[in-house]
Nanobody
Framework: QVQLVESGGGLVQAGGSLRLSCAAS????????MGWFRQAPGKEREFVAA????????LYADSVKGRFTISRDNAKNTVYLQMNSLKPEDTAVYYC?????????????????WGQGTQVTVSS
């Protein structure tokens, strides 16, 4: 099993930046496809970004493309989400997800493992 713990959320002004981290337990982190999702109040959870085992493949939602960057450090069992040019509509709880099956499984939200989430609030 994998346990995921997110950190790095907070309050930031529009145009600012934050870097989220997701620390994973277990020795097989490098075999997991990883992703970030978010859920705003009153809305469904939505895909943000995903990354393959070694980081060679990444996918992004259109709404964050060019502003957010997903990366991973397998030596530290950690995946990151660098968020730049933040907008008020980026306000949400951000969740980390992990799955061994495929990048597609992560993208559609069917990951086996999820973190508890970290709040990101962007003020206008």
């Amino acid at each position: 099993q994998v346990q995921l713990v997110e950190s790095g959320g907070g309050l930031v002004q529009a145009g600012g930046s934050l870097r989220l981290s997701c620390a994973a337990s277990g020795r097989t982190f490098s075999s997991y496809f990883m992703g970030w999702f978010r859920q705003a109040p009153g809305k469904e959870r939505e895909f943000v970004a995903a990354i393959s085992w070694r980081g060679g493949g990444t996918l992004y939602a259109d709404s964050v493309k060019g502003r957010f960057t997903i990366s991973r450090d397998n030596a530290k069992n950690t995946v990151y989400l660098q968020m730049n040019s933040l907008k008020p509509e980026d306000t949400a709880v951000y969740y980390c997800a992990a799955d061994q099956k495929s990048l597609g499984t992560v993208v559609v939200g069917h990951s086996d493992y999820w973190g508890q989430g970290t709040q990101v609030t962007v003020s206008s």
